[in-house]
């Protein structure tokens, strides 16, 4: 089992920047792809980062290019989205999303509020 747990959500203003964090722990093998989804209120969710080393990857909204980039520290085994110049229109839910061996893992999602 693996199991996914967000932090770094919170209120922010518009212009400014946050760090989100995905801790990943259990048994942890070789991560084929990971990425963050956004679930804004009352909408689909979207990916907003995602990186695949082994097949094709999603398309992100023109809002998070150049603003949002996904990281990693495998040493830790966390995963990190950068989110820069945040505006009202990224608030959402914020879930983290990681692949291994063909099958997909979540966790439990941050909120991010961004107030004009």
């Known amino acids: 089992q693996v199991q996914l747990v967000e932090s770094g959500g919170g209120l922010v203003q518009a212009g400014e920047s946050l760090r989100l964090s995905c801790a990943a722990s259990?048994?942890?093998?070789?991560?084929?792809?990971m990425g963050w989804v956004r679930h804004p209120r009352n909408n689909q969710r979207e990916w907003v980062a995602y990186?695949?080393?082994?097949?094709?990857?999603?398309p992100v909204p023109d809002s998070v290019k150049g603003r949002f980039f996904i990281s990693s520290d495998n040493a830790k085994n966390t995963i990190y989205l950068q989110q820069n110049d945040l505006t009202p229109e990224h608030t959402g839910v914020y879930y983290c999303?990681?692949?291994?061996?063909?099958?997909?893992?979540w966790g439990p999602g941050t909120q991010v509020t961004v107030s004009s």
């Open positions: 999303n990681i692949r291994i061996a063909a099958r997909d893992y």
């Open positions: 259990g048994s942890i093998l070789e991560i084929n792809a």
């Open positions: 990186n695949n080393t082994i097949g094709p990857t999603y």
